[in-house]
């Protein structure tokens, strides 16, 4: 009898295991080279000093930038226009060495606080500096954090087997979390907040908040999309609100 219970156990835990790891697989799939790609930038070191180059930037994999900034230079990008494998050549920076970085394109990346909400493990709740993309900057600065695509991912994140590289990619895009962070405070997910304390002491805003004129009311009442994502309608609306904050 306990022969038996004990096959069962094992037989059990063979298949959680090859089910997370079949997943794991899936998430983790080889991003091609049509996807990533080193965009010119600049990286702003904690001591402030400034180093120009190229950063390595993956939407298929968004954590990988999040986590730590791959950069190379001229002559290394040259050699990776002609095709060569360059990725040993880049120097990495963590997050904790930056203070953030930028891209030709426009867009900013800062380092905050990040604490995963949905984690089971105390470990994992323990909060880390990432890299999150800026929305908007000021006395409440707005970031957006992709979804990570390596370990126990969201349920939610398409099945790579099944999708295109595009869509994909465009999925990643549209499907975030967004982080508010008033000077003086930590970086907080916007499905724990409070609106009345992130933008309360502005009674203008205040007022147009519950009038609904940014029309963010109506996504923040109705809540995430799902976990504590949102889209890009929200942000929008979202950011609409805390600029006017800001002005």
């Known amino acids: 009898m306990k ?6 156990t094992i037989t059990l835990m063979l298949i959680v295991f090859f089910s997370l790891t079949f997943n794991h697989t899936k998430a983790q799939l080889k991003t091609p080279s049509s996807v990533w790609k080193y965009e010119k ?6 001591d402030g000093n400034e180093i120009e180059g190229y950063i390595y930037m993956d939407m298929m ?35 904790n060495d930056l203070q953030s970085f930028t891209l030709e394109n426009g867009k900013k990346f800062k380092k905050a606080k990040y604490v995963n909400l949905f984690a089971k493990r105390k470990q994992d709740k323990i909060p880390k500096n990432l890299m999150l993309e800026v929305v908007t900057e000021g006395k409440i600065t707005v970031y957006k954090k992709y979804h990570h695509t390596q370990g126990i991912v969201s349920p939610y994140l398409p099945d790579r087997t099944k ?20 000077e003086g405070e930590e970086a907080k997910n916007m499905s724990t907040i409070n609106i009345k304390s992130l933008v309360g002491d502005n ?16 996504f923040f009442t109705k809540g995430p999309v799902f976990e ?7 942000l929008e609306t979202f950011t609409k609100m805390v600029e006017d904050y800001n002005s």
């Open 203 to 218: 009674k203008t805003v205040l007022t147009n908040y519950v009038k609904d004129k940014y029309g963010f009311r109506t």
């Open 61 to 95: 994999n968004p954590q990988l930038f999040q986590k730590r900034v791959n950069l190379i230079d001229e002559k290394t990008y040259a050699a990776y226009k002609s095709g060569e494998d360059v990725h040993k050549d880049a120097v990495v920076y963590d997050a």
């Open 228 to 234: 504590s994502s949102f889209q890009l309608d929200a």
């Open 163 to 182: 999708v295109n590289d595009a869509e994909y990619v465009k999925w990643q895009e549209n499907n975030f979390e967004i982080l508010s962070q008033k």
């Open 3 to 8: 022969t038996a219970k004990k096959r069962s």
């Open 41 to 46: 930038g600049t990286v702003t070191l904690m």
